[in-house]
T-cell receptor, first 111, second 114 residues
């Protein structure tokens, strides 16, 4: 079973700061997902990646398959970015697969 | 599309009662997942279906839990009898069978067993 570790568990930063959240996993994967969960509970998929780097607005996700490590970056952070960010991995060689989740990083951006 | 639909959004029941959670996946999606979220254990996969067939139910905690998918547009997760430790948020998610199989989550059902 894959073990997914995230760091830090909690992060408080000032508006405008550059944010980095890290994720490592123990076993080779087919894809890594970054999810966002706001207070109130809804879960939104931010990125799904299996190699390299993806960018969407102020969010950037990178993955290093050899090192079994991924990072999520937020540039020019804003209070609306405050949420829990969850890393998850899927192991199937084809098609979708059930996800194994990290514990999440609770991010607070102060104005 | 309305996204993944779950009902009820909140359920409060007493220990020993049967609980049924419902999910309607996004039309055209081939995969349906049931996850559970608790403070102690975070998010966990319970079971998932591909084309209405259960593929992996290794996350189902015990025989009190059962899940069905009678057709492509409906799935249920049943707990009988319910216990206080089943209190959690239960999420349903769906995905299509393709190269980019991002999962789309429903709003969740918050279950409280007294």
């Amino acid at each position: 079973k894959n073990e997914v570790e995230q760091s830090p568990q909690n992060l408080t930063a000032q508006e405008g700061e550059f944010i980095t959240i890290n994720c490592s996993y123990s076993v080779g994967i087919s894809a890594l997902h970054w999810l966002q969960q706001h207070p109130g509970g809804g879960i939104v998929s931010l990125f799904m990646l299996s190699s390299g780097k993806k960018k969407h607005g102020r969010l950037i996700a990178t993955i290093n398959i050899q090192e079994k490590h991924s990072s999520l970056h937020i540039t020019a952070s804003h209070p609306r970015d405050s949420a829990v960010y969850i890393c998850a991995v899927s192991n199937s060689g084809g098609g979708a697969d059930g996800l194994t989740f990290g514990k999440g990083t609770h991010l607070i951006i102060q104005p | 599309d309305a996204g993944v639909i779950q009902s009820p959004r909140h359920e409060v029941t007493e220990m020993g009662q049967e609980v049924t959670l419902r999910c309607k996946p996004i039309s055209g999606h081939d995969y349906l997942f049931w996850y559970r979220q608790t403070m102690m254990r975070g998010l966990e996969l319970l079971i998932y279906f591909n084309n209405n067939v259960p593929i992996d139910d290794s996350g189902m905690p015990e025989d009190r839990f059962s899940a069905k998918m009678p057709n492509a547009s409906f799935s249920t997760l049943k707990i009988q009898p319910s216990e206080p430790r089943d209190s959690a948020v239960y999420f349903c998610a769906s995905a299509w069978d393709g190269y980019y199989n991002e999962q789309f989550f429903g709003p969740g059902t918050r279950l409280t067993v007294l």
